[in-house]
């Protein structure tokens, strides 16, 4: 079976030179966003007549036109058809399009160039979105870090922060907080109980860690589920991971080793969510969740006291 995303049979040569430019695009859900925007004020339709031909809110249209949504390719055919493009544009559009659903990849050499950090850019996500479900299969995630925990994993990183740098990014990441008390949002955090035990410092620094857990799991935007080291496995553990949702879009990020990962296409997004799902289903929730969170604390205490 032929991918709907590929250029049909008997496509013009100009439109197969189009979609093989979007190889060498740098951001080709900027490119996207622009040319949608381009073919309707080519055809002279309002945004608002638009979002109402192609079935989608305005709002959305907006965002798809910010190059902040990357909108399913039905729908991108939809927009064409709407404004009337022609055949050499919509071809163009499904390479752009398939090109915008990959994965967004960015070194952290590179992205740390020209700042001391890119806690503005989480943070950002996290503003925008709705639902915030994070994963972390090794490491307590930054929104429920302790000062001094997020600073000493700071200073693990590789390239390294000056120490100027490493205070503006325990700063910012601390700032990131805040979000957490927005009762219009909803966080779900899933961990694994080696994330838990992590401990990037004496055992004095995973007890606080672990009492300010509990203690931001009484909030009415917080759920924390925890994956028993010795639970019967039904999938495998993979990287950590971020879902972001909002009611007309989502993406998911993650951090492999050289860099960030941002993924906006649908099909990979939904693959995260079933990922999620199934993860879930391994863990402990709410009462049982808090016994294993409390019974964690205890044992770490007896340690440290021994």
């Known amino acids: 079976m032929v991918s709907s995303n590929q250029p049909a049979v008997g496509a013009t040569e100009a439109a197969v030179s189009a979609a093989s430019s979007v190889v060498h695009q740098s951001n080709p859900r900027q490119q996207l966003a622009a040319e949608l925007r381009r073919l309707r004020d080519l055809a002279g339709i309002s945004g608002r007549e638009l979002a109402k031909r192609v079935g989608i809110s305005q709002s959305t249209l907006s965002r798809i036109e910010a190059g902040t949504v990357v909108p399913p390719l039905p729908q991108v055919l939809g927009w064409a058809e709407a404004v009337g493009a022609e055949s050499d544009s919509r071809q163009s559009l ?27 850019d989480v943070q950002a996500l996290e503003q925008d979105a709705q639902v ?16 001094d925990y997020a600073r000493r994993v700071f200073a693990t990183f590789d390239p390294p922060y000056a120490p100027d740098a490493l205070a503006a990014a325990l700063a910012a990441r601390l700032d990131r907080q805040r979000v957490l008390y927005d009762p219009a949002k ?21 007890l ?11 909030l009415d935007t917080v759920t924390i589920a925890v994956i028993p080291q ?33 993924t906006r296409g649908p099909e990979l997004v939904d693959a995260h969510r079933r990922r999620w799902a199934a993860l879930a289903e391994m863990a402990l929730h709410d009462t049982d969740a808090r016994a294993f969170l409390s019974e964690l604390r205890s044992e770490i205490q007896r340690t440290a006291t021994h």
């Open 230 to 262: 010795d639970i019967e496995a039904s999938t495998t553990i993979p990287h950590g991971f971020v879902i972001y949702e909002n009611e007309d879009h989502a993406l998911a990020s993650s951090e492999p080793i050289a860099g960030s990962m941002v």
């Open 186 to 206: 909803r966080f779900e955090f899933l961990m694994t109980e080696a994330a838990l035990r992590f401990r990037p410092g004496p055992h004095r620094l995973l």
């Open 94 to 120: 499904r390479a752009l399009t398939e090109a915008a659903h990959s994965p967004e990849v960015q070194d952290w050499a590179g992205a740390l160039a020209h700042r001391p950090h890119l806690q503005d």
């Open 208 to 218: 606080a860690q672990l009492d300010r857990i509990i203690s931001i799991e009484t």
């Open 132 to 147: 915030v479900r994070n994963f972390q299969p090794a490491l307590v995630p930054g929104l429920l870090q302790t000062a």
